[in-house]
């Protein structure tokens, strides 16, 4: 009766997928996975269970994010706790945590590379780099202090805290330019300011400043082509997430640093741009 209701209730109210989020959100309270819920289907909830899952309808029928409602969202294999400071990993970036697995061998026979992730936010991507690559080492930045927080905290959940650092930096701005690195990866913003107020509404609720790619998009683009270099060892890759359209604007803008190209995700939109640095030439 209780999904049945909700279903109907978050439909009058636009939601998008109306079932599955009232049955995510009902496995959150009653902390069980979604199969319980038919093979359990006449449980009665009890009185704290009812007001708890009232609240979380309430929230998400104001267009709050799944994932911050519940606290966490599934990525690569392990769950991420997100907040209202972090940008809610999607599936879309696996892709570019599987290119960054792949390319390590090739960079270090040992996989013992050394990773730098901009604009980290919850820490997904650096983090999962991590747990995949056990000999791996790396620093996230961010601007939020806020968002290095929870970052902090999925590194120590997924027990790789040891091989990361986590440092307040607007980019490159306080990264010890005596560091190298074998791989720098970012998903920065890189929606144009203009089609914000166009997304949907969940999408509106999580930071601006996460989402926000300037007039074209291409702002944070231009702002690491001019900052990465001296930080990345030659031979190493830069891999950067992009929006759907914007694989080949992303590639002329490296396109002078080494052999750039795109990779798509399994619906054939653009969403990795790949460079690797040319080596020095004694």
């Known amino acids: ?11 009058a109210k636009g939601v998008e997928n109306p079932r599955l989020d009232a049955e995510v959100l009902l496995c959150a309270v009653l902390k069980c996975e979604r199969i319980k819920l ?7 909830l009890s009185e704290e269970e009812r007001d708890k899952m009232r609240s979380y309808v309430e929230r998400r029928a104001k267009h709050e994010p799944l994932a911050y409602i519940i606290g966490e969202r599934a990525f690569m294999r392990n769950n991420f706790k997100v907040t209202p400071a972090t940008l809610v990993p999607r599936p879309e970036t696996e892709l570019l945590v599987e290119s ?21 936010g919850s820490g997904a991507i650096i983090v999962s780099l ?22 902090k905290e999925n590194a120590a959940a997924i027990g790789v805290d040891k ?3 986590f440092r307040q930096s607007d980019l490159f701005s306080n990264v ?11 998903n920065p913003p890189y929606i144009p300011a203009a089609d914000i107020a166009t997304l949907a509404q969940d999408v509106q609720q999580e930071p601006r400043t996460a989402l926000d790619g300037g007039a074209d998009g291409l702002e944070f683009y231009r702002r690491i082509r001019k900052g990465y270099s001296c930080l990345l060892n030659p031979g190493g890759v830069l891999l950067l997430e992009t929006g759907f359209d914007q694989g080949a604007a992303v590639s002329e803008l490296f396109a002078n640093d ?14 990795v741009v790949v460079v690797e640095k040319r080596l020095n030439r004694g």
Request: aromatic share 6%; proline share 4%; with cysteine.
């Open 1 to 11: 009766k209780i999904l049945n209701w909700t279903k109907q209730h978050f439909e």
């Open 38 to 44: 038919y093979t359990e289907f006449d449980k009665p």
């Open 100 to 120: 960054l697995v792949k390319a390590a061998p090739m960079l270090r026979a040992d996989g013992a590379v050394k990773a730098l992730d901009i604009g980290t």
């Open 130 to 151: 991590l747990d995949y690559l056990p000999a791996a080492v790396g620093v996230g930045v961010d601007i939020s202090n806020e968002a290095l927080a929870v970052a």
């Open 163 to 165: 091989r990361v650092a």
């Open 176 to 186: 010890p330019v005596e560091k190298k690195f074998d791989i720098i990866v970012s």
């Open 258 to 271: 080494g052999a750039v190209s795109v990779l798509s995700d399994i619906c054939g939109n653009d969403r």
